[in-house]
Every structure is written in C-alpha cells, then in structure tokens.
C-alpha cells in the first residue's frame, strides 16, 4: 500500500490494519489518529469562527448519520470522536463516497510528515483558505 | 489550525500583510507567496518568486508545497459552492478573516521583494 511509505501515517496504518481493519478503514483510523492531523485539513467543510452563530446558512445539510453507509458512517463515527462532531463539509463530500474516500487519501497527504515543515505547509493551506474566501 | 505546529498568533494577524511583516522568516514569505501566486486566477508563478524558491527549497519540496496548495484549493473551493459557513472550531480564539481578492499584480510583487 502507498500509504504506508507515507511518513506518519505508516505506522498507525499497519497497527490498526493489523487489528483487522480493511485497507480504508486503517487509513482513515491512521488519518484520524495522526498527530500532525490537521482538523480544518481533513475536512474541507470544517469552518471555523462564529459565522455559525450569526445565522450563516449553507445550502446543504449533507449526508445524515441514518443515511450514510457503512465506510461513510466510519468516517462520521472517528470525525465525531476527534473533533466533536461530524463537519458540515465531510457530510456534502458524503454524498459521492467515491470522491470522499479519494479526498480522504489527499487529506492525509496533505497532513502527514514529509519533507516540508509541517508549519509552513499549514501556512501555505490558511493563506490559501483565506484567499479562495473559506471562513475560519 | 497551525497553533499546535507553532504558527505564533502574531503570524495569524499579519498574514494577509505578510510582505510587510516582521513575524516571518524569508523561507516563510516565499511560502506565503506561492501560496498567493497559486490561488489567484490565473495562477501564475513568475520566473523570480521560481528562482527565489529554488535557492531555499528542494525540487522535492517544492512539489510537496505545489500538492498542498492545490489542494488546499480545491477544498476551500469546494465548499463555495454549498455555501459552508464557520463551524466555530475555534470559536474564542483569534481567527484571521477571509482576504479581500488581490490583483494578480500584487502578490507578484510582494514574491520579487521577498
């Protein structure tokens, strides 16, 4: 598996794929688990600030818990664990599981060790984020 | 985000002025400047923000940096659509806003100077 070469990540990987996770369940546990895991990283829609409560409405209420499938419901489940609750953005990218796997992968690459500080890649991302115009 | 990998509050604050900034190392400007570079439309990186990349990151580097910030677009860009608003996970710590769009122009320059 590619993922394991990524540093990180590799580890994590093989333990929970050894504690008889599939190949995706084990990434996405990796992912999740990852130290260097960047909450506003993984999950695109994981706005931050207080736009929330100033009645900011999006036009998607996305993926609900009772709709989702198994390896989606997975995903829910380690979001809600790691951040508290399953983001507005994980839930829309729900809606084509092939695409929120995919993302999945880049996510991790994108949060895992490699041969740029993990600092500036994160100022890279919020400059980014900022620009394009996705809330903190 | 960026607290834990060491990203100081300062930093947050002055990141849309970065050019100006003394919060930022040069290695920190150009990353910031390619970051800008890469998301304006159309993206465009000139041959002396390339050059002055080359003298402090690798080729394998700067290709991690490129992935990144692509990606990093493709998900803030994603979100435009549904319209996704702040989910308050950093609710009572500084945030910095959204950036007003910038001329192409600009970031151009601020990437020669730095």
């Known amino acids: 598996m590619v993922f394991r070469a990524l540093k990180g990540g590799g580890f994590r990987f093989m333990f929970f794929e050894q504690a008889g996770l599939s190949n995706e369940q084990s990434l996405l546990a990796a992912l999740f688990t990852c130290p260097h895991?960047?909450?506003s990283a993984i999950t695109s829609g994981l706005a931050r600030s207080s736009l929330l409560a100033e009645g900011h409405m999006s036009r998607s209420e996305g993926i609900q818990?009772?709709?989702a499938g198994p390896v989606t419901r997975f995903i829910f489940f380690l979001a809600k664990r790691y951040l508290g609750r399953v983001p507005l953005g994980t839930r829309i990218r729900a809606f084509?599981?092939?695409f929120l796997r995919h993302a999945l992968r880049l996510d991790l690459y994108?949060?895992?060790?490699g041969v740029v500080p993990v600092h500036l890649k994160e100022l890279a991302q919020l400059k980014t984020a900022l620009m394009v115009g996705c809330p903190f | 985000m960026g607290r834990?990998?060491?990203?100081?509050?300062d930093q947050l604050r002055d990141i849309s002025r970065f050019e100006s900034s003394e919060h930022f190392s040069e290695q920190e400007k150009l990353v910031l400047s390619l970051a800008g570079a890469l998301t304006l439309t159309p993206a465009n990186v000139s041959d002396g923000l390339y050059a002055a990349l080359c003298k402090q990151f690798s080729e394998r580097q700067l290709v991690e940096l490129s992935a990144v910030i692509a990606w990093e677009n493709a998900r803030?860009?994603?979100?435009?659509?549904f319209?996704?608003?702040a989910e308050g996970f950093s609710e009572g710590q500084f945030c910095p806003m959204p950036e007003h769009a910038k001329t192409a122009s600009s970031v151009q320059q601020a990437a020669t100077h730095s």
Request: cysteine-free; hydrophobic content about 25%.
């Open chain 1, 37 to 39: 895991f960047m909450p």
């Open chain 1, 65 to 67: 818990n009772n709709q």
């Open chain 1, 96 to 98: 084509d599981p092939k």
């Open chain 2, 76 to 81: 803030a860009r994603f979100n435009r659509t």
């Open chain 2, 83 to 85: 319209n996704v608003g």
């Open chain 1, 110 to 113: 994108s949060a895992s060790k």
């Open chain 2, 4 to 9: 834990k990998s060491g990203i100081s509050e």
